[in-house]
């Protein structure tokens, strides 16, 4: 299998804080790739990286072999990389739908957004298709702000699906979500991932993450401890050790 | 819903008749007057939401814009020798793009900025061009300049400049109205909720905030121009005026930020009130307590402004027993709405 | 224009600086505290001219013996506009709305010091405000050191309640990351009502020196608040040592540019100097960077 997006030797620091010191993972095309460890271990970050909100001190990250090191997050989007925040971010105040039709841009000259209407017909039925996909369609016109928590991080997800990424990056998709679902999560992702989506979940869930992912990297203070299927990473005692070892600031 | 298309329709067009009759009914020069300052202060406080109020950047130095048409215009009335007259008004649409123009780099430097500091950076420019025109001796330094005056009589003189004003507005309100409803406002109104999260989900933040910047300079510099040329004669310290950037911020406030009729009341309400305490001498400045006060007053108790309050307080009273239909108008319930309908309707 | 003048720019510029760095520091508190960029604070300043010259001209009482009384005053006062107006901000809008409801607070604020005073122009008046130090062959007025003095004096008590409090640990954590000060355990209600008392505290000393120093009627304050937020944009928000060296460095720039270009162009140097160092570092000169993801 191709790699489709990886990191390759990434260091950021912020001030004195080193979060990621020679840090490489590689997500195969097609798969459904975790990536977890303790509490400040960097992942976040990592995701900032290869997503263009952050710009690494050293090392680079590449996109079905390109490089896009430093490109921002705009331009990290347009070629395929969708992700979604640890603690879920919308547009409040507008509405569920106008949620998702802000991530379906066309690529049109700027005499012509101005002048019509935000999005067509064919958006818009295909902004309602993914709102029923993830079971949110009679909320349509509700506004954003009015959501649950679990269906904002739906909504979220829909959001990016839209746009038909290639890859999707997920911080924490099931932070706060009660058991059935996760399990609608979890089938969703499935479902997604035979169509031909790519996925990195960043996850402290085990259950979700062992179940879930074809293949897991540990990372640990900012380095990448272990990467290998989920049965050898849970019988490695170095990843034991960093769990109840470590941990110390939060994530920046 | 159908039923509020055509309601709305009703309601504008009932607005343009007033707008065209007005000076006609109230034709007291005084009275006149007052509106021709209205309507200005209704386009600027428009076209500033149009930028500020739709993308959440609150910028306090779009005088900056108005007095660049100000000087503009009677630069260019006075150098290219125009004849005191209908034919000055032509130059009021260059002095909006002039003004866009000049929009352009200061807009770049702005927009680097985040919010906090964006603001204080468009404070600074407008400082900067009011000491600029103060010291400049094409720009009359502080004696000012004055634009050529035309000879039409004591009692249709401000009328002239309301129908100028008044057709600005009617095309200020139209640009408004259209830029909500389209994907870019949409766009904008995403950078004012989430500007990070919308660049993760591919908006060119960059581009969408100097267009909707320099887009809202245009109308801003045309009444400016409009307002020299009313006056006869610019100060550089009126023309640059930071209590213009204030007031217009005010106005679009009370009325509602991102709304698109808000502005318009708001500049209505408090450009008739600071009118009304300028005439009864002795109570000017306790009209400054007044205007904060009701500022304080809205902010607190409706802080989204007196528009989307009400329309609120209306829907509440509408759907009374329960509906999910509670889209409010600064994020735009009707293009859902309509979706939705049309959705079910297939 | 020779040595000395300039000299005398320089020396004038310092001084005067450091009274703005006083009055900036305040207001870069405010901001740094509760992301609240605080536009009365030229209001305030102006409002601390005016009860100064009330205690001195009504009351007899020397203008920096009134310090005593308007210096917690106007600590009461702050922490009263925090707990009135900017707790009720919702965190979503909090910077766009505090500028409009700060600036709502300002224009009462000179709306009741018009009705109360006029528009007359008026300037504190004592007898060391018209005497100087001969010193080295320059004129000091006694009320620029003795400002300056002040504002040192005050800076130090700030800089100490800041670094070698337990309070002051709490307000530098929400400086740096509310959230993990909030976390750790930091009464973040009470922080914040104390830094906003603060940071309009030294507005009442600023504005005694202020109004030594110029002569000033309620319209003040705009001026005033444009070149404070000038200053404290530069040094960057929320740095008190940005606020003092930006504060000395635009004011002193400003006193040599009229000396050596002409007064007319001084103060568009000194708006213009802050677009210029903008441009460079976008974050002012000792900002935080800004964390762009979360």
Known sequence: MSTLIEADGVCKSFGGLQALSECSLSVPKGSISGLIGPNGSGKTTLFNVMTGYERPTAGEIRFDGTAITGATPEKVFGLGVGRTFQITRLFFRLTVLENILVATQRHEGWLRSVARRAGSAAEHDRALEMLEFVGLGRLANSPAGNLSYGQRKLLELASLLVADPAVLLLDEPTAGVNPVLIEQLSERIRELNRAGKTFLVVEHNMEFVMGLCHEVTVLHQGRTLVNGTPEEVRANPAVLDAYLGGGDDDDF | ?346 | MNASSLAKAVIDGILTGGVYALMAAGLTLIFGVMDIINIAQGALIVLGAYMSYVLSVHLGIDLFLGLIITIPAFFVLGVFIEWAFMRRLRDQERTAMSILVTYAVAIIIEGILSVIFGADFVQLQASYINSSFHLLGFYLPYIYVFGFLLALVLLGVLYYILYRTHFGRGVRGSLQNRSAAELIGVNVNRVRALSVGIGVSVTAAGGMVFGATNSFNPSSGYDLISRLLSIVILGGLGSIGGALVAAVFMVTLEDVVAVVWSPVWATLVYYASLIVVLSFMPNGLFGRAAVRAQ
């Open chain 2, 1 to 346: 819903m159908t039923a509020r298309l055509p309601f709305r329709a009703l309601l504008v067009g009932v607005a343009i008749v007033i707008l065209g009759v007005f000076p006609l009914v109230f034709s007291n020069p005084t009275t006149t007057s007052i509106a021709v300052f209205t309507l200005i202060f209704m386009v600027a406080a428009s076209s500033w939401n149009m930028f500020s109020g739709y993308s959440g950047y609150i910028a306090l130095g779009h005088a900056v814009y108005f007095g660049v048409g100000a000087y503009a215009l009677t630069l260019l009335a006075n150098h290219l020798g125009f004849a005191a007259g209908w034919g000055v008004f032509a130059l009021v649409p260059v002095a909006g793009i002039i003004a866009g123009l000049v929009a352009i780099p200061t807009g770049v430097i702005a927009l680097r900025a985040r919010r906090h500091t964006f603001v204080v950076i468009t404070i600074a420019f407008m400082f900067i061009f009011q000491l600029a025109a103060s010291n400049f001796a094409f720009t009359g330094g502080s004696s000012g300049l004055q634009p050529p005056t035309p000879l039409w009589s004591a009692a249709s003189y401000n009328d002239h400049f309301y129908y100028v004003a008044a057709v600005i507005l009617v095309a200020t309100v139209l640009l408004s109205w259209l830029v909500r409803r389209s994907r870019f406002g949409l766009q904008l109104f995403a950078i004012r909720d989430d500007e990070e999260r919308a660049r993760g989900l591919g908006v060119r933040v960059g581009r969408v905030k100097l267009s909707a910047f320099v887009l809202s300079a245009i109308p801003i510099g045309m009444v400016g121009g409009v307002y020299a040329y009313f006056l006869g004669q610019i100060f550089p310290q009126f023309a640059f005026d930071p209590l213009f950037d204030l007031s217009i911020a005010l106005m679009a406030f009370i009325g509602g930020l991102g709304t698109v009729w808000g502005p318009l009341l708001g500049a209505l309400v408090l450009e008739s009130l600071q009118q009304y305490f300028t005439v009864q001498s002795g109570a000017s400045q306790v009209y400054l307590i007044i205007y904060g006060g009701l500022f304080l007053a809205v902010i607190l108790l409706l802080p989204r402004g007196l528009i989307p309050s009400v329309e609120d307080l209306i829907r509440r009273w509408r759907t009374r027993g329960g509906a999910q239909d509670r889209a409010t108008e600064e994020g735009g319930g009707d293009r859902t709405a309509d979706v939705v309908k049309a959705a079910g309707a297939r």
